[in-house]
C-alpha cells in the first residue's frame, strides 16, 4: 500500500466492551507508534514497537490498554472494558529507520467513541 | 505542564494576512518538527528544523529554530484558505517517541 492504514475508520461502543483498532504500517518500516489524540489537542504518545526489541510501553495509560505487532507488521491496540474517557482518535505511525530520526508516517485514525 | 507550549490556540483570520504561531518549551532539543493535519487525517510533516537559529522556507511558509534550540516558530505570508488545519510542534524525546504540543487550529477565511 501506499500509506499506513487503520482500521475501522470510526468505532462506536458501549463502556465496559473491548475493542480492537487495527494498524497496518507502510511495508519495510521497521518502527510502529500508536498516539491517541482527543478533540482538537496534540497527540499523547502510548507504545512504540521497533523491529524485535521489546516495545516502549511506557505511553499506554492504564492495564486496559495493550498492543502487538505480529510479524513486524501489523499491529493491533486492544482496549479493555471501556470507558467514556477512552473516546479519542487513536492514530498509528511507521517510520522506515528511527535511529536515523526517518519520518513519522501517520495513518489517518480511529475515531472511538464510548458511550 | 506541556513540554511544548504552542501559542496561540485558535486562529481565524482572513485571506491574504500573515500570521506567526509559536512553539515553545524550557527543554532543549535536538530537533524539532512541524506538521500540519486536516480533519479525518493523520498529521503531514512539513518539516523538521536542526540546528539552533536555523531558518527553513517551504513555500509561503518560514520555520525558524532558536538559537538555544528550545523554541521555534512559524510564520505564513499571504494565507490562503488551504492553509486552514491543525498546526503542531513535536519533539523527538526518548526511545525515538514523539512529544507533540497541543497545537494551534488555522483557519482562513475566504
Known amino acids: 500500500g501506499a500509506g499506513v492504514s487503520q482500521s475501522p475508520s470510526n468505532k462506536v461502543t458501549e463502556k465496559g466492551k473491548d475493542v480492537e483498532l487495527r494498524c497496518d504500517p507502510i511495508?519495510?518500516?521497521?518502527?510502529l507508534y500508536w498516539y491517541r489524540q482527543s478533540l482538537g489537542q496534540g497527540l499523547e504518545f502510548l507504545i512504540y514497537?521497533?523491529?524485535?526489541?521489546?516495545?516502549?510501553k511506557s505511553g499506554l495509560p492504564s492495564d486496559r490498554f495493550s498492543a502487538e505487532r505480529t510479524g513486524g507488521s501489523v499491529s493491533t491496540l486492544t482496549i479493555q472494558r471501556t470507558q467514556q474517557e477512552d473516546s479519542a482518535v487513536y492514530l498509528c505511525?511507521?517510520?522506515?529507520?528511527?535511529?536515523?530520526?526517518?519520518?513519522?508516517?501517520f495513518g489517518p485514525g480511529t475515531r472511538l467513541t464510548v458511550l | 505542564t506541556q513540554l511544548l507550549e504552542q501559542s496561540p490556540q485558535f486562529l481565524s483570520i482572513q485571506e491574504g494576512e500573515n500570521l506567526t504561531v509559536y512553539c515553545n518549551s524550557s527543554?532543549?532539543?535536538?530537533?524539532l518538527q512541524w506538521y500540519r493535519q486536516e480533519p479525518g487525517e493523520g498529521p503531514v510533516l512539513l518539516v523538521t528544523?536542526?540546528?539552533?537559529?536555523e531558518v527553513k522556507k517551504l513555500k509561503r511558509l518560514t520555520f525558524q529554530f532558536g538559537d538555544a534550540r528550545k523554541d521555534s516558530s512559524l510564520h505564513i505570508t499571504a494565507a490562503q484558505p488551504g492553509d486552514t488545519g491543525l498546526y503542531l510542534c513535536?519533539?523527538?524525546?526518548?526511545?525515538?517517541?514523539?512529544?507533540f504540543g497541543e497545537g494551534t487550529q488555522l483557519t482562513v477565511n475566504p
Open positions: 505511525a511507521s517510520s522506515l529507520d528511527p535511529s536515523r530520526l526517518d519520518t513519522q508516517y
Open positions: 511495508s519495510g518500516h521497521t518502527a
Open positions: 514497537f521497533q523491529g524485535n526489541s521489546a516495545p516502549d
Open positions: 527543554s532543549v532539543f535536538s530537533s
Open positions: 528544523v536542526v540546528t539552533g537559529g
Open positions: 513535536a519533539a523527538e524525546t526518548s526511545g525515538s517517541r514523539l512529544t
